[in-house]
C-alpha cells in the first residue's frame, strides 16, 4: 500500500525536516516487508492568497485516484498508537491500494475535504504546527509498522 503524506506549506532544511525523513525512512524499512510503503511527500502552497478554498483544490489535486483519505484534524478521533496500526493494517488487508494523510495549513482543511475523509484523526486536543505535524504522523507511522512487525519499539 503506497501511502502519500500531502500537506499545505513548505518544510524548509532543518531539524523537523530531518526527523520527517528519518522516520519516513525507518518506516519504509520495516513497513516494505508488510506491505506498507513507499511513502511519498507532497507540499503544496497557496501563492495567490486565497484561502482554505484555494489550498483545498490543490491538495485535492494532489490526492492519488481513489485512496483512502486521512485527514488531520483537532476535532478528530483519537488514536492509540495500537488503534492507528490497526487501522493501517486493516486498510492494506482489505487491498487499499493508496492511502493519503492531508495536513492544512493554518487556518485548517476546508470543509469540503473533511467531508471526503474516510478517517478524521487528531493527533491530540492541542493544535500543533503543520510541522511538528508531520514529525509527529511520520514517527506514529514508524510505530505502527513496528508494533505491526512486533519489533520493541512500542512499550505501552
Excluded: C
Aim: glycine share 10%; hydrophobic share 45%; proline share 4%.
Amino acid at each position: 500500500m503506497k501511502l502519500s503524506l500531502i500537506a499545505v506549506g513548505r518544510l524548509r532544511k532543518g531539524p523537523e525536516a530531518a526527523l520527517v525523513a528519518d522516520y519516513l525512512t525507518r518506516f519504509e524499512r520495516i513497513g516494505r516487508n508488510m506491505g506498507l510503503g513507499p511513502v511519498s511527500v507532497i507540499e503544496v502552497e497557496d501563492k495567490k492568497g486565497g484561502g482554505k478554498p484555494a489550498e483545498a483544490a490543490l491538495l485535492a489535486k494532489a490526492l492519488p485516484e481513489g485512496a483512502t483519505l486521512v485527514v488531520l484534524d483537532e476535532r478528530g478521533t483519537l488514536l492509540t498508537s495500537p488503534e492507528f496500526a490497526t487501522r493501517l493494517a486493516g486498510w492494506r488487508d482489505q487491498g487499499q491500494a493508496n492511502l493519503a494523510f492531508l495536513i492544512g495549513g493554518a487556518d485548517g482543511l476546508d470543509a469540503s475535504l473533511l467531508a471526503r475523509a474516510d478517517l478524521k484523526l487528531s493527533l491530540g486536543k492541542m493544535v500543533w504546527p503543520h510541522m511538528l505535524a508531520r514529525v509527529m504522523l511520520a514517527e506514529q507511522l514508524y510505530r505502527a509498522a513496528s508494533i505491526l512487525s512486533g519489533a520493541p519499539y512500542h512499550r505501552a
